[in-house]
Nanobody
Framework: VQFVESGGGSVQPGGSLRLSCVAS????????MTWVRQAPGKELEWVCS???????YYPAFVKGRFACSRDNAKNTIYLQLSHLTPEDTALYYC????????RGQGTQVTVSS
């Protein structure tokens, strides 16, 4: 199982990014997948989940700003980030559960003015 995250970058507050996670040796189609993040000096934090049916779940702090989705043909999951704030600065990972199991190397998101 390998996940490769990409799409991170530096944006100003209020900006948007779309993160991608390509899976190999693993079918995201039939799987529960999550995005988690880790800010410097902080613990890993769950950001969103998508289940086999395509239903999505988010923690309260997301407040409608983020959206996770899946492209079965590309075996890829996505995380659309919008209305970003400096508090969203972190390394973002896709994983197979909210604890961050099997996560890849991550992609850095930096929000600053």
């Amino acid at each position: 199982v390998q996940f490769v995250e990409s799409g991170g970058g530096s944006v100003q507050p209020g900006g948007s990014l779309r993160l991608s996670c390509v899976a190999s040796g693993f079918a995201v189609t039939n799987s529960y997948m999550t995005w988690v993040r880790q800010a410097p000096g902080k613990e890993l934090e769950w950001v969103c989940s998508i289940n086999r049916s395509g239903d999505t779940y988010y923690p309260a702090f997301v407040k409608g700003r983020f959206a996770c989705s899946r492209d079965n043909a590309k075996n890829t999951i996505y995380l659309q980030l919008s209305h970003l704030t400096p508090e969203d600065t972190a390394l973002y990972y896709c994983a197979t559960d909210a604890a961050g199991s099997n996560r890849g190397q991550g992609t850095q998101v930096t929000v600053s003015s």
